[in-house]
């Protein structure tokens, strides 16, 4: 079946520092995928996405190119702030094009800034 | 342009006794997905209501069970309450070809 792998964290940085959060997948066909975040206490927020191989997704300084060769989906940035602290899940969907679109999620990576 | 919502935001249950929550889609979504995020299992697929109907359902036993709504609000009930159904229960709302926004969620305790 489908899955999806990302790093252990918790990732801690200090401010300013460049983050990458690995994210590799195994999928049927051509799945897309995402990266959602979560803050403390509140439900998940996507972030970006991508929907077809060498795509970027980009939004708020962070970005992940989709790597069909390499099923990959790493999310970087090159400089985070504390408020970037939570928790980033990594995701994706096989299924669009038939109106189903279950998302299957990686573990989610814990990031910690310290100013 | 009102979000996902979910109600209640907690809800504290004893063990055997049933659980309802309840979510309300973006004006214009008619699909819901539930989804259960337990401590140290990662978020898991639970069920896909479209049009009023069940469409799919994860890997969960039948005590977990729900409906649509013609105004495609859902709601999910959970009979026979175990421990183990302590979570964070996300609602997500969709067009039909369009992407996700999830609610807040609810957090579910059972003591």
């Known amino acids: 079946g489908n899955s999806v792998t990302q790093m252990e964290g918790p990732v801690t940085l200090s401010e300013e520092a460049f983050l990458t959060i690995n994210c590799t997948y195994t999928?049927?066909?051509?799945?897309?995928l995402f990266w959602y975040v979560q803050y403390p206490g509140e439900g998940l927020q996507l972030l970006l996405k991508?929907?077809?191989?060498?795509d970027k997704g980009s939004n708020k300084g962070f970005e992940a190119t989709y790597r069909k060769e390499t099923t990959s989906f790493h999310l970087e940035k090159g400089s985070v702030q504390v408020s970037d602290s939570a928790v980033y899940f990594c995701?994706?969907?096989?299924?669009?094009?038939?109106?189903?679109?279950?998302?299957?999620f990686g573990t989610g990576t814990r990031l910690l800034v310290s100013p | 342009e009102a979000g996902v919502t979910q109600s209640p935001t907690h809800l504290i249950k004893t063990r055997g006794q049933q659980a309802t929550l309840r979510c309300s889609p973006i004006?214009?979504?008619?699909?819901v997905y539930w989804y259960q995020q337990a401590l140290g299992l990662g978020l898991q697929f639970l069920l896909w209501?479209?049009?009023?109907?069940?469409?799919n359902r994860g890997n969960f036993p039948p005590r977990f069970s729900g409906r649509q709504f013609p105004n495609y609000s859902s709601e999910l009930n959970v009979n026979a309450l175990e421990l183990e159904d302590s979570a964070l229960y996300l609602c997500?709302?969709?067009?039909?070809?369009?992407?996700?926004?999830f609610g807040s969620g609810t957090r579910l305790t059972v003591v």
């Open positions: 997500a709302s969709s067009p039909k070809y369009g992407g996700y926004t």
């Open positions: 999928a049927t066909g051509y799945p897309s």
């Open positions: 991508a929907t077809k191989a060498d």
């Open positions: 995701a994706l969907s096989d299924a669009l094009n038939t109106g189903f679109q279950k998302l299957v």
């Open positions: 004006s214009g979504h008619t699909s």
């Open positions: 209501y479209d049009e009023g109907e069940e469409r």
